[in-house]
Structure formats: structure tokens, C-alpha cells
């Protein structure tokens, strides 16, 4: 029984215990393992945010995120009904956490976008008295296709969908197929000013998509993002200008 060795004249399988060795045994049960061996435990799960770095707080460039406890916000409907979910208001038991991406740790990846769910575990170290660490395990799936919302947002300096002698050079933001504005609002923002990777015709003018119309995109080795086609259009009289 984990935490035996700490109960005064416990002996398993007793009939009777004094009050104080219950106590005893209640207490043991309750402290995290740790101090003087392998003896870390889990500790209760919980769901999170990634969000930005807190106060004054680094941004992680490695493995390691930002992530405050989120919370059902439906005010309406049944168990069947699809939860809305935000963070919990910013107060000192829900604060954020350093949490460690365990399907990045070996790589030192760092590929969530902020407003992404994940499933914090809450960890206890060897030290004594163990302190807490959180962890989550959130893989990305290198090479795969997947559908994204596209908007158009730049480029800054001479636009153009292209015409007669020069090529398109729109860019766009992407983000998951619940997000409701190019910013990610409702959804995750997978990233910004992307050209797509899928070849544009030299020349010609396209009908770019724009308001959160299909593309898609997928993530490298290294979890960076890239849209490969934005669902652009060639207009049969490219030649206009």
C-alpha cells in the first residue's frame, strides 16, 4: 500500500485499527508520493486553455505552454447539447500553469496556437515535499491534410489578385472550422499572412476566397503550419487586367 511505511504499526490485513493509525492511514493516502524515491503520483486531470504568457510573464518557445482551467459557459439546453467552452475568470486558484506538451518534449516543438483545448494531468516530482508539475500529451499529425477556414489579410504593400503580366500575391490567414473571424475568435488561428504552397498560374488573375471559405493545410516535422491551397479560383479571361 503506497505510503505504508509511514503508518506506525500498520500491519496489512488487520481487523481493527486504533484511531490514530486510521488517521494515520487517511493522511498517508492523501500526501502525493515523493521525497526519497521513485514514488510520483498523478493527481487530478483537468481541461485547459492555452493561453498567453500571464502578467509579465515569457512566452514558451519550447515544449512548455501557458494553460488556465476552462469551464462550460451553455446556459441553455441538455447534456446532448454541444458545450461552449471559455476560461475560468482570472482568479488565484485558476490562474494559468506552466504545462509541458509531452508529444513535443523529445523535439522541443511548440505548435499549439493559443485558444487550443487540452487535458491537463497534474503531476507530483520526487522532491520532498513533491512539488507540482502539469503536463498534457497533444500530438500533431506531421504531412496530413486537413480542412481550415481562410480569410484574406494582405499582403500590406500593392495587392493584387493578379492580372496580364503579374502573378497573384494575395496571403491569408487560416484557422480551424469553428472560428467565426480571421483573428481565430471561436476556433484556433493556425497562422497569418500564408502564402499557399499550391502553384499559381503565371499570369492571370484569380478569384480569391475570403469571409472564412474552405482551404487547406498541414503541419510540418517541425509543427509548423503551412496552407497548401486557399481555394483560389482562375478566372477564364486571365488576361484582364
Known sequence: MAGASHIPRFRPGAMSL???????I??????????????????????????VAPGEA????????WVQPMHCTNTTGDETSQPT?????DTPIYDAVTA???AEVAASTHSLPVGFPVLVTTLYDEQGPP????????????GKMFAVLVWLDGPAVAPTDGNASDTCNRTYAACSLSATAADGTGGVLYGEDLTPERRRPIPGKLICSDGGEPGVGYYDESS???????NE???MWGCDS
Request: charged share 25%; with cysteine; net charge negative.
Open 18 to 24: 486504533k484511531a490514530d493509525h486510521l488517521n494515520a
Open 26 to 51: 487517511l493522511d498517508a493516502i492523501k500526501t502525493p508520493g515523493g521525497g526519497d524515491g521513485p514514488g510520483s503520483v498523478i493527481g487530478e486531470s483537468w481541461w485547459g486553455i492555452v493561453v
Open 58 to 65: 515569457e512566452e514558451y518557445t519550447d515544449a512548455r505552454y
Open 85 to 89: 467552452i471559455d476560461v475560468i475568470d
Open 100 to 102: 509541458s506538451n509531452l
Open 131 to 142: 512539488v507540482a508539475r502539469y503536463a498534457f500529451c497533444e500530438a500533431v499529425a506531421v
Open 224 to 230: 509548423v503550419f503551412h496552407l497548401w491551397d486557399a
Open 233 to 235: 479560383q482562375f478566372r
